[in-house]
């Protein structure tokens, strides 16, 4: 019986790498540029170290709870999350955010599935975790931002961290009146474990030895297919498709016209050409400073679904597992993108 246990996600494994194998081969008979080279190079070398990022992520997050650093962890950020009612695990899930994503997404996980927390505060967590994700991407991306843009990079930023600050505020102010009532099974107030549990020694190395190839096994299930069809789509075009469709869409609707190239460089080179387009525009009078502001936020806020589509959405529900990891997906995108434009709105209304 307990062999059959460990093996048990064995099956569904190999299920997931068949249907894998059989869309690879599909895909290399009907797609013209579907070669070796690409799959090797787009597919599995970016796939191979996504499984390396979140199986370290894993074994971290483990390790870290195992280990009893979560009381320590989470006495960094314990006054916010005490206010929101979402408990130790979530704060110790919040600072480790700071560091990697997929670790703090893995605690939150485990902290689910051993009932040391509810699903409405994994929701919540989860969503709060955005602040540290802001940080964590925050140094790749402003001292090329701000040299481009300058005035308009750095109002840029303004809207997008005041964005990702009302979303906390807001998440936490629900946790603090929506969770007292709620059947979530709080942890101890004192971030103390259960009496009964076992030594810090023996539940690492129950989690590495036992735990880790079971909760791997079960996220493999799900990111190599996901990964791999949302490969498959990307070589057949589908993405710049809908690149094309939403930015078609936002330039008609909502830029004006001089900010087009603006608009869709940002959004298909990965903002990078983006900004430095709008800074070349900005330098030579065509926008002015609160016309590139906008234009560089619907052109983030257009790209988006994109992104998430491609970049997030195998990791989540591999993680997650795939219905609480679409619904986690489209729930925080749907609150970031949402923020943005209130934000962004309440400047272009006053500057």
């Not at 902290?111 to 509810?118: A, D, Q, W």
């Not at 990307?234 to 087009?260: K, Q, W």
Request: with cysteine.
């Amino acid at each position: 019986m307990k062999n059959r246990k460990k093996r048990s996600k064995i099956p569904g494994l190999l299920a997931a790498l068949g249907i894998t194998l059989a869309l690879l081969i599909t895909a290399s008979l009907t797609i013209d540029t579907m070669t070796g080279d690409i799959i090797y190079g787009r597919l599995v070398k970016p796939l191979f170290r996504l499984v390396m990022f979140i199986s370290l992520g894993l074994m971290i997050g483990q390790l870290i709870e195992a280990s009893g650093w979560t009381r320590y962890l989470a006495a960094v950020a314990a006054p916010l999350f005490r206010f929101g009612n979402m408990g130790v695990q979530c704060s110790a899930a919040f600072t480790t955010a700071f560091l990697s994503g997929t670790v703090a997404n893995a605690m939150l996980v485990d902290f689910y599935k051993e009932g040391r927390i509810c699903k409405n505060q994994l929701f919540l967590a989860n969503l709060t975790n955005q602040l540290p994700a802001y940080f964590l991407h925050l140094p790749t991306t402003v001292f090329i931002v701000i040299p481009l843009t300058g005035t308009a990079g750095i109002i840029y930023f303004t809207i997008t961290f005041t964005a990702v600050v009302l979303r906390t505020i807001l998440l936490l102010t629900y946790g603090h009146y929506k969770l007292p009532g709620s059947t979530c099974a709080m942890p101890l107030a004192d971030g103390t474990y259960d009496p009964k549990a076992p030594s810090k020694r023996t539940s690492a190395r129950e989690g590495v030895t036992r735990r880790f190839p079971k909760r791997l096994m079960g996220v493999l299930t799900f990111v190599i297919p996901i990964y791999t069809l949302v490969f498959v789509l990307n070589t057949m075009g589908l993405f710049n498709i809908l690149r094309d469709i939403l930015a078609r869409f936002v330039v008609t609707r909502v830029v004006p016209v001089e900010s087009l190239s603006v608009v869709v460089l940002s959004f298909v080179a990965e903002f990078t050409s983006g900004f430095a387009a709008a800074g070349a525009l900005l330098d030579a009078g065509v926008l002015t400073v609160k016309q590139t502001v906008l234009a560089l936020i619907i052109g983030n806020i257009t790209a988006f679904p994109v992104r998430a589509l491609r970049h997030q959405l195998p990791r989540y529900m591999g993680i997650f597992e795939p219905k609480m990891g679409g619904q986690l997906l489209l729930l925080g995108q749907g609150f970031r993108v949402a923020s943005i434009i209130l934000v962004t709105v309440i400047y272009a209304t006053v500057a």
